[in-house]
C-alpha cells in the first residue's frame, strides 16, 4: 500500500472511532481489545523484507490486513480521544459540585453574549466555597455557562464572584442542549445568580485586543448605517447576528440563507470560491487570485475575534481554495481528512454533538468534488455578475447539506437554491463596501457614511430578495425528520454519483 493510503485510512479510522465513542459507551478494556486486534493483523499484514512484491490473492491479503490492523489502531485512538474529553467525576470538576447552591470564582473565557433577555456568561471556574468569603476554597476546574442581567456589563477577562444553584444542562424539548454546551466542555448552568467583580483584564492579551477592536467596529457600523442594514452587516463582518431582528433571522431561515450570517464553513468556504472567481474574471492572475481570496479569509477571522468555530471554518475554506488552486480532486482527498482529524483532535465532541462543523464539512465536500462537475454541464451558460459560479457552488453545497438538514431539523426550503443565487454574489460586495466604510467612518465619521450609503444600497438590495422569496406561501415546508437509516441511503447515492460523473472530468480537475 503507499504512503498515501496508509494516511487515508488512518484519519479515516480515527474518525470513524471518535463518532464510534460519541454514540456508544465501551469500556476500556474493550477498545483495547480493538487496539491489540488491530497490531495483530498490522503485523502479520506488513510487507516483509521481499525481493519483489506480492502480486495475487497474497498481495490483496496483505492490503485487507493492514487496513484492519490500521482500523483496531486509530479506532482505538479516537475512542481514546473522546474518553479523555470527558471530565472526570471528582471535587476537583466544577459540575461535580451541580445541584446545590455555592460561591466560585473564575474568569468570563469567551466573549460575552448579550441577547434581550439578558447576557450569557462562559466562566472558567478556577475555586469553589460552600458560600461567600468562606473559611475554605477548593480548587476546581471546568467551565460554566451563567445566565445574568443584561446589567452591569462584564467583559472578557472580568475575574468573578458568582453565587447560585449549580445545575446540570438537560436537554430542551427536541433540542440537544446538553450536548450542545458539552462540545463547549461546558457541564454546569446557573441561572440569575448574584455576581461580583473582583478584577479585570486577567484573559488572553491577544484575544482581549482583537474583541477591543471588535467593539469599536460595532460601534462604528451603528454610527453609519440604519437598523436593520446596520446589524445584518454586524452579522456578515463579524457574526454579530443577534442584533439582527428575529422577522429577519425567520425569512432568511424560510429562504435557506441563514448560512449567510451564521459563521460556518459553508459560508466562507462560498465566500472564498466567489472571491477567487470574481477576481479571476476581472483578470486578475490565477495565483494573485488565491492570496487575495486567502487574505480575505484570514482578515474575517481576525474581524470576528478568532472563535475557534470561526477557526474551523476558515479551515474548510482554506481547503477548497487548496483544491481550486491545485486543480486536482485527489490531492485533496487526504487533506480533508487531515483538516477533520485535527479539528476532532482538539475537540472531539464537535463530530456528533456541532451540527455547524457537519453542515460546513458536508458543505466543503460539496464545493470540492459536485462543483466541478455542475461547472461541466455549465460550460456553454454565459458568466455574467459570476451568476454561473454562484450556481454551481450553491447546488453543490445544498445538495450536500440538504439530507443533514432534513436529518436534524426536518425542514427545507424551496426556494434556497433562487435566493443563493440572487444574493450570493452580492455577499462579497457588501462585505467589502462595508469593510470600507467602517475603517472609513474610524478615521471620519462623514467619510464612513458616504460610502456606506453604497453598502447599504447592496445590504437593501440582499434584505428586500430575501423578504419577497419569504413571502411566497410554498417557500418553504416541514418535511418530518429524516430516519438516519435514510440519511445513509442519501449519501450513499450522491457518493456514488460524484464517483461516476468525477471518472468523466478530464485530467487534472
Known amino acids: 500500500m503507499s504512503k498515501s493510503k496508509i494516511f487515508f485510512y488512518s484519519c479515516l479510522f480515527f474518525i470513524v472511532g471518535v463518532g464510534l465513542a460519541s454514540y456508544l459507551f465501551l469500556p476500556l478494556w474493550a477498545a483495547f481489545a480493538i487496539f491489540l486486534a488491530g497490531c495483530g493483523f498490522l503485523f502479520f499484514g506488513w510487507p516483509s523484507n521481499h525481493p519483489q512484491p506480492l502480486l495475487g490473492k497474497e498481495g490483496n491479503n496483505k492490503k485487507i490486513f493492514i487496513i484492519i490492523g490500521l482500523g483496531g489502531i486509530f479506532l482505538f485512538l479516537g475512542i481514546l480521544r473522546f474518553t479523555a474529553s470527558t471530565p472526570a467525576a471528582d471535587e476537583n470538576q466544577i459540575s461535580f459540585y451541580n445541584g446545590d447552591k455555592f460561591t466560585f470564582s473564575g474568569i468570563v473565557a469567551a466573549e460575552p453574549d448579550t441577547r434581550e433577555a439578558g447576557t450569557k456568561l462562559k466562566i472558567k471556574s478556577e ?36 453565587t447560585c444553584k449549580l445545575q446540570k444542562p438537560e436537554p430542551i424539548e427536541d433540542f440537544a442542549y446538553d450536548k450542545y454546551l458539552a462540545k463547549e466542555n461546558i457541564y454546569s448552568v446557573c441561572y440569575w445568580p448574584e455576581i461580583k467583580l473582583l478584577k479585570s483584564g486577567e484573559g488572553n492579551k491577544i484575544i482581549a485586543g482583537i474583541l477591543f477592536i471588535k467593539e469599536k467596529l460595532v460601534a462604528t457600523v451603528n454610527r453609519i448605517l440604519p437598523e436593520p442594514q446596520a446589524a445584518f452587516l454586524g452579522g456578515l463582518l463579524y457574526g454579530a447576528k443577534r442584533g439582527i431582528p428575529q422577522s429577519l433571522m425567520d425569512m ?101 454533538f456541532d451540527v455547524g462543523f457537519q453542515l460546513s464539512f458536508a458543505a466543503t465536500i460539496g464545493l ?32 450536500l447539506t440538504l439530507p443533514l438538514i432534513l436529518y436534524t431539523f426536518g425542514r427545507v426550503s424551496f426556494v434556497a437554491p433562487l435566493a443563493n443565487i440572487l444574493i450570493l454574489p452580492m455577499i ?7 469593510t470600507i466604510a467602517v475603517f472609513g467612518g474610524i478615521i471620519f465619521s462623514g467619510l464612513g457614511q458616504i460610502i456606506g450609503w453604497l453598502a447599504w444600497l447592496v445590504l437593501s438590495y440582499i434584505i428586500e430578495v ?24 442519501f449519501y450513499f447515492l450522491i457518493s456514488w454519483f460524484i464517483w461516476r460523473k468525477s471518472k468523466n472530468l478530464k485530467p487534472g480537475t
Open 428 to 434: 462579497p460586495l457588501a462585505m467589502a463596501l462595508g
Open 368 to 399: 470540492v468534488y459536485l462543483s466541478p462537475i455542475f461547472e461541466k454541464y455549465l460550460e456553454k451558460a454565459p458568466s455574467i455578475f459570476g451568476i454561473k459560479e454562484s450556481f454551481a457552488t450553491t447546488m453543490s453545497a445544498i445538495v
Open 252 to 352: 432568511f431561515s424560510i429562504t435557506g440563507t441563514t448560512h449567510i450570517v451564521a459563521i460556518s464553513g459553508y459560508n466562507i468556504t462560498i465566500l472564498a470560491v466567489l472571491l477567487l472567481q470574481i477576481t479571476k474574471n476581472i483578470g486578475v492572475g490565477r495565483k494573485k487570485s488565491f492570496w487575495i481570496a486567502l487574505s480575505g479569509i484570514l482578515f474575517f477571522v481576525i474581524l470576528t475575534g478568532a472563535q475557534a468555530s470561526v477557526v474551523r471554518a476558515a479551515l474548510m475554506g482554506l481547503l477548497v481554495l487548496f483544491a481550486t488552486q491545485v486543480g486536482r480532486l485527489s490531492k485533496i482527498k487526504n487533506a480533508l481528512l487531515l483538516a477533520a482529524a485535527v479539528m476532532l483532535i482538539f475537540n472531539p465532541k464537535i463530530l456528533v
Open 466 to 489: 430575501v423578504r419577497f422569496l419569504a413571502k411566497i406561501p410554498w417557500a418553504s415546508g416541514e418535511a418530518g425528520k429524516m430516519h438516519w437509516v435514510f440519511l445513509i441511503i
Open 127 to 162: 475555586k469553589i466555597s460552600p458560600k461567600a468569603d468562606a473559611p475554605w476554597a477548593q480548587k476546581v476546574e471546568g467551565n460554566v455557562l451563567v445566565n445574568a442581567q443584561l446589567y452591569p456589563v462584564y467583559h472578557y477577562g472580568d475575574e468573578l464572584e458568582v
